[in-house]
T-cell receptor, first 118, second 112 residues
Framework: GAVVSQHPSWVICKSGTSVKIECRSL??????MFWYRQFPKQSLMLMAT?????????EQGVEKDKFLINHASLTLSTLTVTSAHPEDSSFYIC??????????????FGDGTRLSIL | GNSVTQMEGPVTLSEEAFLTINCTYT??????LFWYVQYPGEGLQLLLK?????DKGSNKGFEATYRKETTSFHLEKGSVQVSDSAVYFC???????????FGKGTMLLVSP
């Protein structure tokens, strides 16, 4: 089946550093990928929609300069949290749609990245 | 706009009990409906889906029927196991669109 690999699964870093999270579709092409943020015991909040070869579309309230998204190929999207601070600590999850799938087919999710900023 | 409402958890059951997690939705058009499951520390896995009215999605003993007249997609399982303990998310996506709208999630705790 369709597999989405997210790396790293867990990262701890100091305040002020930048952290890059990768999302790869391993056995399918994904024109569109999605980045979500999940706070403890809460639902997923869509942060942005990442489109291969073009700029990402950010949801209202999400800082574009804070959360940089690059989707340079059909199998890879990256989310960079710039100058991270403790309030950026969260669980970040990516998902991808198979470019050749019908519109009613589901997204495939990565296993998430737990980001802890000290 | 679209919205999904799930019953609040946690739902606490003994092994082999019957499970129902309620989900209702508001959407324009004819959305596809999904149940996702999230095990501790992991991402989401698709559990089942239904793409049109009266469709029944099923997987691993779980079932849900797309009820357009009541705008519902309740998740059921006849006999839960400890390994079913997880958070369950109901979600919808409009036909022709990719964005998922999630409910808040319902935690299920199954004890031996």
């Amino acid at each position: 089946g369709a597999v989405v690999s997210q790396h790293p699964s867990w990262v701890i870093c100091k305040s002020g550093t930048s952290v890059k999270i990768e999302c790869r579709s391993l056995d399918f092409q994904a024109t569109t990928m999605f980045w979500y943020r999940q706070f403890p015991k809460q639902s997923l909040m869509l942060m942005a929609t990442s489109n291969e070869g073009s700029k990402a579309t950010y949801e209202q309230g999400v800082e574009k300069d804070k959360f940089l998204i690059n989707h340079a190929s059909l199998t890879l999207s990256t989310l960079t949290v710039t100058s991270a601070h403790p309030e950026d600590s969260s669980f970040y999850i990516c998902s991808a749609r198979d470019s050749w799938a019908a519109d009613n087919q589901p997204q495939h999710f990565g296993d998430g990245t737990r980001l802890s900023i000290l | 706009g679209n919205s999904v409402t799930q019953m609040e958890g946690p739902v606490t059951l003994s092994e082999e009990a019957f499970l129902t997690i309620n989900c209702t939705y508001t959407a324009t058009g004819y959305p596809s409906l999904f149940w996702y499951v999230q095990y501790p520390g992991e991402g989401l896995q698709l559990l089942l889906k239904a793409t049109k009215a009266d469709d029944k999605g099923s997987n691993k003993g779980f079932e849900a029927t797309y009820r357009k007249e009541t705008t519902s997609f309740h998740l059921e399982k006849g006999s839960v196991q400890v390994s079913d303990s997880a958070v369950y998310f109901c979600a919808l996506a409009n036909s022709g669109y990719s964005t998922l709208t999630f409910g808040k999630g319902t935690m299920l705790l199954v004890s031996p």
